[in-house]
């Protein structure tokens, strides 16, 4: 069986890398490529970091070909989005310039469920409520908690009522 080896390191050079990187996984793999450096092999690793023989092997490999940055976490592609950059392009355009009352909406502020409505009806994609406030903020958009207000409300009678409420409840 081939042993492990970091032939381009000492232990004291990667505890130098261990000390000078803040991220915590690349520190473990470090701290792993440390003890393989000292001479334990990695079938006893297994019992400290609970990583396979394998895994060490990529480390090792992957870290004498391309150093620290060999250790980094590979970015996952995740699931393909449903809208394209066109389509969230044009959604921000009616989004920032646009009222929902405009395209038949019976209100004059976006909301969540209003945006799915409207990617559903234009773009044919169905979108969950969670998911929707995900693209807005994406898109930059931040939540805004309209307050109402109400045009028949008469502002004379709503200082009085509020100076009624003081005097039966102690404030003045």
Request: proline share 5%; aromatic share 10%; net charge positive.
């Amino acid at each position: 069986m081939k042993k492990l080896s970091i032939p381009n390191h000492t232990v004291e050079s990667l505890e130098a890398l261990l000390r000078s990187n803040p991220d915590y996984v690349v520190g473990t793999r470090i701290m792993a490529l440390i003890q393989i450096k000292k001479g334990m092999s990695s079938r006893k690793l297994k019992e400290f970091y609970y990583k396979s023989h394998s895994r060490y092997c990529e480390w090792v490999k992957s870290f004498n070909s391309k150093g620290v940055d060999g250790l980094l976490n590979k970015p996952k592609s995740g699931r393909k989005p449903l809208l394209s950059r066109e389509q969230l392009s044009q959604l921000q355009g009616v989004l920032q310039h646009s009222r929902p009352h405009d395209f038949g909406f019976n209100t004059a502020t976006w909301n969540g469920p209003l945006v799915a409505e409207y990617i559903k009806s234009n773009f044919g994609v169905k979108y969950k409520k969670a998911q929707i406030y995900n693209i807005l903020k994406s898109l930059g958009f931040t939540f805004q908690k309209a307050r109402g207000r109400y045009p028949e409300a008469d502002p004379v009678k709503q200082e009085e009522f509020i100076e009624t409420l003081k005097k039966t409840t102690g404030r003045t």
